[in-house]
């Protein structure tokens, strides 16, 4: 990592560390992903053409209906059926709508009076208490006067001031009066544009057969649409809607195609209902408003209040159109490289999922190639990974030498001795003996001089106490903590062993290993070529070399390690080999 600081720190360059596994499975599997992989960013790119630069739609419209319907139910005063053209049964809109009538009914002859309401539960009336005067309530047509008044010879309703006579609550008609207006067309004009792209386009091209008619099979380029078709499209019936009305989409989809070689700028049309169809009476269905044509008779002004159901054509235009542009293609290469650490992740979750020791003693315990398995990847999963342990002051690791594993123990946790604790198990990292050769000679030599009788012991015999060793002492060789520290104290109480026998000293290993003088000076001089052996830093130097060669060795993980405690016979054994002239030592502390 660049240090702080520093200039020419900004020219450095870093790079991971890559382990290659030569397995023919899982480099099956990892081009396997690839191509897969592969596959799918290409037909992607190729399908949505993400190496273009897309831009959405910007559009109007223009619509004009025709067609003639006669109804037979309303005869002019000429004694011939009423027609109705385009200005009877289109209304303009707002926005990309328009409206067609196919359904209606009539109030005529309507005056400002007053009159009787329309008999509804809200405004029948037994006297003028039941009618409040100046009351305008939402669903009435007009302002009570106060008066209760007769509307037919049974009923009585509140008089109001309005338009009269008033409107009748009725049906719509059955079967709707314009039921022929499915056979009407209407002619869709749409421009689009796309102005970053510096295209412009319509619907309707020149040389357009005015005499067609949209099919969706046969014609469907076609802007010219029979409203029958259009319902017989979303599988409606037009006959049922135009009773009461409803609203319809017609939708203009354009995925235009800029690019001069593979160029395609066409209209794609669909239709889809947009009312609730399944709604019930209760919830007012359909589409319905009101309107009046005003008039004068004998000075007097009169008017036609004319209810219209009918159907509303929404035009929803929407799309884009792309282009090839270098940028979009890099962007989208760019974000489609990370796909490919898939199949890197999927092998790493094989390898760390079964490499663990239950793996082969559980999932797998009849399945002899299984367990192969997971010990091939068990081995790949040491090349890979380093157990890094979190550095912590509460964490302390003990080794006892008739023990095969190492303990872990929470210092907070600890009430007497470290010697009596449990602890959590940690497996004893794997001896790599390539290392041994890397060792300086003295080490692999073995001893000059034969230790005296009685000082080389077999560590599984039991060897008799020495006097004022403590009672935690299972080697006899251990110490009483001269610390006052109740917590220091208790990390000081630990013996080389969990049950009585040879103390861990007398063994050829800690001879070697731990207190051989020669050895430990090669490595003080491998460090410091020029170092002065014979000071007292010298010794203290040596001493804490010693130290560090025992955790090293009865702990492996150098993480570990320098958390390790060191029992007290072998910490005194140290201490004796290299003494500090006024004999006082610190003890163990937390490298964090």
């Given at each position: 990592?660049?240090?702080c ?24 599997i990892?081009?396997?992903?690839h ?5 799918y960013?290409s037909?992607a ?18 619509t ?9 139910e ?28 196919t359904?209606?009914l ?12 329309f ?19 939402p ?35 059955r ?19 796309f ?10 091209l ?6 067609c ?8 380029q ?15 019936n ?9 609203i ?18 066409r ?38 209040l004319?209810?219209?159901f009918g159907i509303?054509?929404?035009?929803l235009?929407?799309?884009s ?19 490919f650490?898939l ?10 999922t ?9 999932v797998y315990?009849?399945c002899r190639?299984?367990e192969?398995?997971?010990?091939v990847n ?6 890979k ?14 080794s ?19 010697q ?10 794997p ?5 041994l050769s ?6 692999q030599?073995?001893p ?11 560590l599984?015999?039991?060897?008799p ?23 220091s ?5 630990l ?11 007398t ?30 830093e010298?010794?203290?130097r040596?001493?804490?070399?010693a ?7 009865r702990f492996?993980?150098r993480e ?9 016979c ?6 004796t080999?290299f ?12 490298p964090?």
């Amino acid at each position: 990592m660049p240090t702080c600081g520093k200039c020419d720190s900004v020219f450095q360059y870093e790079t991971n560390r890559v382990i290659q596994i030569h397995s023919a499975n899982y480099g099956t599997i990892k081009w396997l992903l690839h191509v897969l992989v592969f596959s799918y960013v290409s037909f992607a790119l190729v399908k949505d053409k993400l190496y273009q630069e897309k831009e959405n739609v910007i559009s109007s419209v223009h619509t004009k209906v025709k067609g003639i319907a006669a109804v037979t139910e309303e005869v002019t005063e000429n004694g011939v059926k009423r027609i109705f053209d385009t200005a009877d049964y289109t209304f303009p809109l707002q926005a990309n709508s328009f409206f067609v009538m196919t359904n209606y009914l009539k109030t005529e002859g309507q005056v400002q009076g007053l009159c009787p309401e329309f008999p509804t539960p809200r405004t029948i009336c037994s006297s003028d208490r039941s009618c409040k005067k100046g009351w305008m309530d939402p669903q009435s047509k007009g302002v009570q006067t106060g008066r209760c008044i007769q509307y037919k010879s049974t009923v009585k309703t509140c008089e109001v001031s309005a338009w009269c006579p008033i409107e009748a609550v009725e049906e719509a008609p059955r079967p709707a009066l314009l039921e022929s207006a499915e056979n009407f067309t209407v002619l869709i004009k749409n421009n689009i544009d796309f102005p970053g792209h510096n295209y412009t386009t319509r619907n309707i091209l020149p040389g357009f057969n005015i005499s067609c008619t949209f099919n969706k099979t046969l014609n469907p380029q076609c802007p010219i649409f029979r409203l029958g078709d259009i319902f017989r499209e979303t599988g409606d019936n037009f006959s049922d809607v135009a009773i009461k009305g409803g609203i319809m989409g017609i939708e203009i989809y354009w995925d235009c195609n800029l690019d001069k070689w593979f160029h395609h700028c066409r209209p794609k049309y669909s239709f889809r209902r947009l009312d609730d169809k399944t709604t019930n009476e209760s919830l007012y269905p359909g589409y319905n408003f009101r309107y009046a044509k005003y008039y004068k008779e004998s000075g007097i002004e009169k008017r036609t209040l004319i209810k219209v159901f009918g159907i509303r054509f929404d035009i929803l235009v929407f799309g884009s159109g792309g282009k090839f542009d270098i940028i979009q293609l890099l962007v989208y290469i760019g974000s489609t490289l990370s796909y490919f650490g898939l199949a890197t992740f999927f092998i790493d979750f094989l390898i760390s999922t079964f490499s663990s020791q239950c793996c082969r003693t559980r999932v797998y315990p009849c399945c002899r190639c299984c367990e192969e398995w997971c010990g091939v990847n068990e081995y790949y999963h040491r090349k890979k990974c380093e157990t890094v342990v979190e550095p912590s002051r509460r964490l302390k690791y003990v080794s006892f030498v008739d023990e095969p594993y190492i303990r872990k123990v929470d210092q907070q946790l600890l009430g007497e001795s470290l010697q009596n604790t449990k602890g959590e198990v940690i497996q004893r990292p794997p001896v790599d003996f390539t290392e041994l050769s890397r060792l300086p000679p003295s080490f692999q030599e073995p001893p000059s001089a034969p230790l005296q009788p009685g000082e080389m012991q077999l560590l599984g015999e039991e060897v008799p106490r020495s006097e004022g060793s403590p009672s935690w002492c299972q080697c006899g060789k251990c110490r009483p903590s001269q610390l006052s520290n109740k917590t220091s104290r208790c990390l000081e109480e630990l013996c080389c062993r969990q049950r009585p026998g040879a103390c861990i000293t007398t063994s050829a290993a800690f001879q070697q290993l731990v207190l051989s003088r020669s050895s430990l000076q090669f490595l003080l001089l491998y460090q410091e070529p020029l170092l002065a052996l014979e000071t007292e830093e010298a010794t203290s130097r040596l001493r804490h070399c010693a130290y560090r060669c025992y955790t090293g060795w009865r702990f492996g993980s150098r993480e570990v390690a320098d958390f390790a405690i060191v029992p007290s016979c072998c910490r005194w054994r140290i201490r004796t080999e290299f003494p500090r002239s006024e004999g006082h030592y610190s003890g163990f502390k937390s490298p964090c």
